[in-house]
């Protein structure tokens, strides 16, 4: 599914013909590949007698990647003689890295992995992702990690959210969100409210409490043969390695657990976090009187919120007494509207013009679908390291 901007939505039709043909609907659908992976990442291209190849899928944003994305993937690795190596791909359910190793022993010496990624599985054409890279296998088993500690360290944020619901305004500002052209994948937030003229301040916020693990000795907390997760919660790093963040809106004990990679070995370190900022977590109330006191020449009000995307001009009240105000003419740019040559309203929002505009205006949209098909094509080309 595919977010539009209204003004998209209208620009793809023009006088009853839908100009998005196959091949344009194609391009739209695979120009959002943020949740395939883009990278696969070995971290350690030596390793121990005893060791094995560690793997992760990685996304270009840093996104964590769907643990199912695993069943698309097939791993090889053949020796200096190009003979292959039986192995299994295991994985560790609830950690992000998996881990390939041989049915039998390694023999020292030098192999070469390739790692095959079949993209297509997310339901729409793209290239594989192939990656290939040289590894050592060294005499020496892997060398025990020396015995650590997590420690973890605590950071409280309030962030206030400004969005259609939760703003006082004054002096004629009515909030609305800017509709955006073209295609806005899934994983993007809608574009942030605009509010015209007049001045608008949150009355909510939001408080987060960011527990990061703090890994001792230092040797430990970078060792990509450790994973971690948090078993409460579910969080994970996007990475392979023992450090993570946590972030809380409520107060809770979370448990850390750290998987050792090539032992199998998991260790676990409870902890309590929040107790004393209950009051300040989650969905927190503010007080708009200074901004509000300090910007506005008029008396500030609230308004119902429309189809999820402007304020109503004919339902607002006054704060915070709730008192009845007189409706505002709504004069923000996502409704203003002029006046073609026979006399009906255009739409301003861009794209093609409805009623009263040309039909010319819509002919760019094929070409937008073309560009956005190539843009994909360029992605999802193969990639080899």
């Known amino acids: 599914m595919v977010w539009l901007g209204r003004s998209a939505t209208a620009g793809l039709v023009c006088g009853g013909v839908l100009l998005v043909t196959p091949e344009a609907r194609a391009?739209?659908?695979t120009y959002c590949t943020e949740s395939r992976p883009h990278e696969v990442v070995i971290p350690l291209t030596e390793i121990g007698s005893d060791g094995v190849v560690v793997i992760v899928l990685a996304d270009y944003s840093d996104r964590?990647?769907?643990?199912s994305w695993w069943e698309h993937v097939a791993v090889s690795v053949t020796d200096d003689a190009d003979a292959p190596v039986d192995g299994e791909l295991e994985l560790h359910s609830g950690f992000t890295p998996a881990t390939w190793r041989p049915s039998q022993p390694w023999v020292p010496g030098s192999f070469e992995v390739k790692v095959d990624v079949d993209l297509e599985a997310g339901g729409e054409p793209c290239a594989p992702l192939e990656v290939v890279t040289p590894l050592l296998v060294l005499e020496n088993p892997t060398a025990p990690h020396p015995a650590f500690t997590i420690a973890?360290?605590?950071?409280?944020?309030?962030?206030?959210?400004?969005?259609?619901?939760?703003?006082?305004?004054c002096d004629g500002a009515l909030p609305y969100r800017p509709s955006v052209q073209g295609v806005i994948c899934p994983s993007h937030s809608p574009p942030r409210p605009e509010i015209g003229t007049g001045f608008c301040t949150e009355l909510i916020g939001r408080g987060r409490l960011r527990v990061e693990t703090i890994i001792e000795p230092v040797v430990a907390a970078d060792s990509p043969l450790l994973a971690v997760r948090e078993v409460t919660t579910g969080d994970r790093p996007t990475t392979s390695g023992p450090q993570t963040t946590v972030v809380l809106e409520s107060p809770a004990c979370i448990e850390i657990e750290v998987l050792d990679l090539v032992t199998g070995i998991r260790t676990t370190f409870p902890s309590c976090h929040g107790d004393d900022l209950a009051d300040q977590l989650g969905e927190v109330l503010l007080d708009p009187t200074?901004?509000?006191?300090?910007?506005?020449?008029g008396e500030p009000y609230v308004c119902e919120v429309l189809a999820s995307d402007r304020w109503d001009p004919d339902a607002c009240t006054r704060w915070p007494d709730g008192a009845a105000v007189?409706?505002?003419?709504?004069?923000?740019?996502?409704?203003?509207?002029?006046?073609?040559?026979?006399?009906?309203a255009e739409f301003s929002g861009g794209g093609c013009s409805l009623p009263g505009g040309s039909a010319p205006s819509c002919a760019w949209w094929p070409i937008v679908a073309i560009m956005l098909r190539r843009r994909h094509d360029y992605r999802c080309t193969s990639h080899r390291q």
């Open 290 to 297: 200074p901004a509000l006191a300090e910007s506005c020449a």
């Open 152 to 169: 973890t360290s605590e950071t409280y944020s309030l962030v206030p959210r400004f969005e259609l619901s939760t703003l006082v305004c």
């Open 27 to 29: 391009g739209h659908c």
């Open 326 to 344: 007189e409706p505002f003419p709504d004069e923000s740019p996502e409704t203003s509207s002029g006046t073609g040559a026979d006399g009906d």
């Open 64 to 67: 964590l990647i769907d643990a």
